[in-house]
């Protein structure tokens, strides 16, 4: 079974740009969930959605939106792009809820704003 | 509010003894609790997990303990492997804030074994 893919691995930006990035689950995995990975913050929650609705949303301005599609696979853009910005972006699924199971993380995208 | 706390963000020890980290909550309404190791370049992958009905959770070389009343939990790992250097994120879901029932994550401890 294949792991969990996001895609591009790095990317670099200026501040100002938009970004898309993207996330395909496990198969059969419902349920995607966004993390940010700063030095020092840890993983902080983002967004998780579930059948193509956000079911779950963490402190982060409005600049930050995700979408699912049908077969489960996600994007998340950032618009308006600022140097704080800078982190690893990691995704991860899980069958349902990704409260009580364990999460599958993919191995993120690095995003670098200058 | 950090409601999951990994207040030592490094630990350092020798190949075969044991390595304990450690993690303190302040939600009362989180109910599981897990334990992420992340290796550099790599997703975190979930490494052990307990539910706050238990007080200890043994996977080989991994065990959990869970002090509800203290609100803190651990890992040791025995014996500890070079292989094991990693960051170490502790979890923990329930209800925080709301209706919103959610997974929490520590920082992290940067875990070191010297062979």
């Not at chain 1, 600049?63 to 950032?78: A, D, H, I, K, Y």
């Not at chain 2, 190949?15 to 939600?27: F, H, K, P, V, W």
């Amino acid at each position: 079974k294949a792991g969990v893919t996001q895609t591009p691995r790095y990317l670099i930006k200026t501040r100002g740009q938009q970004v898309t990035l993207s996330c395909s689950p496990i198969s059969g995995h419902r349920s995607v969930s966004w993390y940010q990975q700063t030095p020092g913050q840890g993983l902080q929650f983002l967004f998780e959605y579930f059948s193509e609705t956000q079911r779950n949303k963490g402190n982060f301005p409005g600049r930050f939106s995700g979408r699912q599609f049908s077969n489960s696979r996600s994007e998340m853009n950032v618009s308006t792009l600022e140097l704080g910005d800078s982190a690893l972006y990691l995704c991860a699924s899980s069958l349902d809820s990704p409260t009580n199971e364990k999460l599958f993380f993919g191995s993120g995208t690095q995003l670098s704003v200058l | 509010d950090q409601q999951v706390k990994q207040n030592s963000p490094s630990l350092s020890v020798q190949e075969g003894r044991i390595s304990i980290l450690n993690c303190d909550y302040t939600n009362s309404m989180f109910d599981y609790f897990l334990w992420y190791k992340k290796y550099p370049a790599e997703g975190p992958t979930f490494l052990i997990s307990i539910s706050s009905i238990k007080d200890k959770n043994e996977d080989g070389r991994f065990t959990v303990f869970l002090n509800k009343s203290a609100k803190h939990l651990s890992l040791h790992i025995v014996p500890s492997q070079p292989g094991d250097s990693a960051v170490y994120f502790c979890a923990a879901s329930g209800y925080s804030g709301g209706s919103n029932y959610k997974l929490t994550f520590g920082k992290g401890t940067l875990l070191t074994v010297n062979p």
